[in-house]
């Protein structure tokens, strides 16, 4: 019975079939497929019945949108398209367990550009399986794992550690630039898995997002949120959602279905119009953020967007803020696990002490920063591990005289 009840789902599981294209067909085909179909992430391409590729959503539509795209290749068959598309073929078989598949996934794709993938067997594409629908049935996979954790202490340890791996794969890396824009993260988990998370990513050429999160306590049940919250985040932006407010809105209602109100998650989510100069944000439940003024020198709070966490009620409404963000101006996103570390005399690290080594080093680079911070909390605590998780996202605008590097 136990076997059962840990028995890990195959790919052919949580696949969805597929109507296949032919490969001399018209990309116009491919167009119509897509606009039919709103939630449709891929199409299969055959020649000659046998599998040829896989035509995504994501790169379809951004290659689509360069000029005069839609009239060279209306008219040019699919082969040509996938010639042109030049995506990397992430193939799997239908009999693939979803947590193997996985590992694969992020070994061939770490940073998790792919939206779906195919299933061939015996050149004959099978199905697809959307990457939210794997990371969904691997979180689902976790908990009843922790379920039978007394008979299977020593197998689940191992699925734990292979989780943990897993988890730290799926974040981004900890450095990351984009048009002028420098960023700066870290995470460091108190146990094996880590209720914590942040992310970034572009929108177009003129925007980026972020995003930090904390779900309450930590070890597999948290993480398994945080994974449920980064699927249903990458399915949105996927899908179009660009706004905070409707990015918490979507969040909130697949952290609804995996945690079932048994554990709340807080999140904070911003984007950067660079173009405008403007960070629009909105905050559910989470830390305020800090916003370093570089023209003025000085720290703001953003506490003007404070909303229910995540996971609290259903219809939640997620008020959503605005403000500059010009060159100079540097976004500090954080948990509680900085503010709440204990020192050796038993008090908390604080605010002040944050907001003190921030207007000290704010003029630093974003991996400074992180740096800085986090060794006047391991030097208050005297101790490199915390109680809690601490995550840390840093997003700094420069200009010629507005960065440091620390180098004399």
């Not at 696949?15 to 606009?35: G, N, T, W, Y």
């Not at 990015?247 to 209602?253: C, I, Q, T, V």
Request: aromatic share 8%.
């Amino acid at each position: 019975m136990a076997s059962r009840e840990c028995q890990v789902p195959h790919l052919s599981e949580i696949s969805k079939a597929a109507l296949a294209v032919a490969a001399d067909a018209p990309v116009r085909c491919i167009m119509e497929r897509f606009q039919e179909n709103r939630s449709l992430l891929a199409v299969p391409v055959e020649q000659n019945g046998s599998f040829l590729g896989m035509v995504t959503r994501k790169p379809f539509y951004s290659l689509m949108s360069r000029p005069f795209a839609t009239e060279l290749y209306g008219k040019k068959p699919v082969s040509v398209l996938l010639a042109d598309l030049n995506c990397e073929r992430i193939v799997m078989s239908p009999d693939q367990d979803i947590n193997t598949a996985l590992a694969r996934l992020v070994t061939v794709d770490p940073s998790l550009e792919t939206d779906a993938f195919p299933l061939v067997q015996d050149e004959q594409c099978t199905g697809v399986v959307a990457v939210s629908d794997l990371m969904m049935a691997v979180s689902e996979n976790q908990k009843q794992l922790v379920d039978t954790l007394d008979r299977l202490g020593a197998r689940i340890r191992e699925e734990v550690s292979k989780a943990s791996r897993i988890q730290q794969d799926l974040l981004p890396s900890p450095e990351w630039s984009f048009n002028g824009v420098e960023i700066g993260a870290g995470l460091i988990t108190s146990s094996e898995i880590g209720g914590d998370f942040y992310d970034y990513f572009a929108i177009g050429e003129h925007k980026i997002g972020l995003v930090i999160g904390d779900v309450s306590g930590h070890g597999v049940q948290s993480g398994m949120v945080t994974t449920a919250a980064k699927a249903s985040l990458h399915t949105l932006i996927a899908r179009g959602t660009a706004t905070p407010a409707e990015l918490l809105h979507g969040m909130n209602d697949a952290i609804l279905a995996t945690a079932r109100q048994t554990l709340l998650m807080t999140c904070f989510i911003a984007m950067v119009d660079l173009k405008k100069g403007k960070l629009s944000y909105a905050n559910a439940g989470h830390n305020f953020p800090y916003l370093y003024r570089g023209s003025s020198h000085s720290l703001e709070p953003l506490h003007d967007s404070i909303n229910f966490p995540l996971g609290f009620e259903k219809e939640t409404e997620f008020r959503e803020c605005s403000t500059p963000f010009r060159e100079g101006d540097t976004l500090f996103l954080y948990t509680d696990g900085i503010v709440e570390c204990v020192g050796r005399d038993g008090t908390e690290f604080g605010y002040e002490r944050l907001e003190k080594v921030l207007l000290e080093s704010a003029r630093l680079t974003p991996h400074l920063l992180r740096e800085a911070l986090l060794d006047a909390a391991t030097c208050f605590t005297g101790t490199k591990s915390f109680e809690d998780d601490v995550t840390l996202l840093i997003a700094s605008f420069q200009s010629d005289n507005s960065i440091h590097t620390g180098d004399n």
